[in-house]
T-cell receptor, first 114, second 115 residues
């Protein structure tokens, strides 16, 4: 069965600090990978996605993520965070063949202090 | 603007009462989903549907029911059999049916509390 692990449950950073949120998944086949963000009081929205090709994908608001197949990882990064990045971040995975449900990690709450 | 509308935003349920959460989308998406979000547990799949009059149980379907009479609508009923219904409920839809690699689009959610 698929599973997703987000090891950092809470992260507190100062503005301009660099961010890296870990995401590891367990699945034996080809995967599609997603990072979603949920800002306070807002709906879940897509930050970025990886299906194939260049393993370094760039998303909205300066975020990027790198798919490392050998490590089953899809870590999210941002070189310099802003106060407005305060949100909860979810990594999600689904398999590429047949119907495979989207499996979410437990989320990481990021607090950026001004 | 196209999107997913969930209503109500807040809902209170008395013990032993069934309540229905609304989800409407105007994105012309085939697949629709219901998730439950609890603190520290991420999102868990309750039910999903690919086409009208077809739906399947997800991981935590017990105590819930759904219908898909129209493509744009996928209401979720939380029955009295659901012993721990207090949670944040999210509806999502996706283009390309259940298969494929299109991302899911989410509504604003409904927060259900027990009186």
């Amino acid at each position: 069965a698929q599973s997703v692990s987000q090891h950092n449950h809470h992260v507190i950073l100062s503005e301009a600090a660099s961010l890296e949120l870990g995401c590891n998944y367990s699945y034996g086949g080809t995967v599609n990978l997603f990072w979603y963000v949920q800002y306070p009081g807002q709906h879940l929205q897509l930050l970025l996605k990886y299906f194939s090709g260049d393993p370094l994908v760039k998303g909205i608001k300066g975020f990027e993520a790198e798919f490392i197949k050998s490590k089953f990882s899809f870590n999210l990064r941002k070189p310099s965070v802003q106060w407005s990045d305060t949100a909860e971040y979810f990594c999600a995975v689904n398999g590429d063949t047949g119907f495979q449900k989207l499996v979410f990690g437990t989320g990481t709450r990021l607090l950026v202090s001004p | 603007d196209g999107g997913i509308t969930q209503s109500p935003k807040y809902l209170f349920r008395k013990e032993g009462q069934n309540v229905t959460l609304s989800c409407e989308q105007n994105l012309n998406h085939d697949a629709m989903y219901w998730y439950r979000q609890d603190p520290g547990q991420g999102l868990r799949l309750i039910y999903y549907s690919q086409i009208v009059n077809d739906f399947q149980k997800g991981d935590i379907a017990e105590g819930y029911s759904v219908s898909r009479e129209k493509k744009e609508s996928f209401p979720l009923t939380v029955t009295s059999a659901q012993k721990n219904p207090t949670a944040f409920y999210l509806c999502a839809s996706k283009d390309g049916g259940l298969k494929g690699n299109q991302p899911q689009h989410f509504g604003d959610g409904t927060r259900l509390s027990i009186l």
